[in-house]
C-alpha cells in the first residue's frame, strides 16, 4: 500500500522559515508529479507548487513565488517544500500528493489530478 507521511509543520512568526518534507513508501511503479496543497477550514483545497518526478519541472501558485521552493530526492522518494518569508496567509493545513495513475508528466493544479495524499501537516504563522 503506497503511503505519504509529512512532517515539518508547526509554528513560526512572520518573517520565518519552515520546511516541509513528505515521504512516500509501498510498493510504486510509476510516478508522474507530487504536490503540495492547503487548505483552511471553510476553504477549497488550493495547490501551493508541484514538481515533476521525472524532469524535475516545478510550478507554484502566484501567492507564494519567490517565497516557496519545491524540490525531491529521487533516492528517498521524497518531496520537500522550503517555505521561507512565511505570512500569517500562509497558515493552513499543508498535505503532500502524489500521481501515479494520470499518465501526464506536466504539472496538475487540480487536486483530482493526485491519486495518494499525506494525512496533512499544520503550519501556523503568527503575526
Known amino acids: 500500500q503506497v503511503q505519504l507521511v509529512e512532517s515539518g509543520g508547526g509554528l513560526v512568526q512572520a518573517g520565518g522559515s519552515l520546511r516541509l518534507s513528505c515521504a512516500e513508501s509501498g510498493l510504486i511503479f510509476r510516478r508522474y508529479k507530487m504536490g503540495w496543497f492547503r487548505q483552511v477550514p471553510g476553504k477549497e483545497r488550493e495547490f501551493v507548487a ?3 518526478w521525472t524532469g524535475g ?3 507554484y501558485a502566484d501567492s507564494v ?9 529521487i533516492a528517498k522518494n521524497t518531496v ?3 517555505m521561507n518569508s512565511l505570512k500569517p ?6 498535505y503532500c500528493a502524489a500521481d501515479h495513475v494520470s499518465g501526464r508528466t506536466y504539472l496538475d493544479t487540480d487536486p483530482g489530478m ?3 495524499w499525506g494525512q ?8
Open 89 to 94: 496567509e500562509d497558515t493552513a493545513d499543508y
Open 65 to 73: 513565488k519567490g517565497r516557496f521552493t519545491i524540490s525531491r530526492d
Open 57 to 59: 519541472n516545478t510550478a
Open 80 to 82: 520537500y517544500l522550503q
Open 114 to 116: 493526485y491519486d495518494v
Open 50 to 52: 508541484g514538481i515533476t
Open 120 to 127: 496533512g501537516t499544520q503550519v501556523t504563522v503568527s503575526s
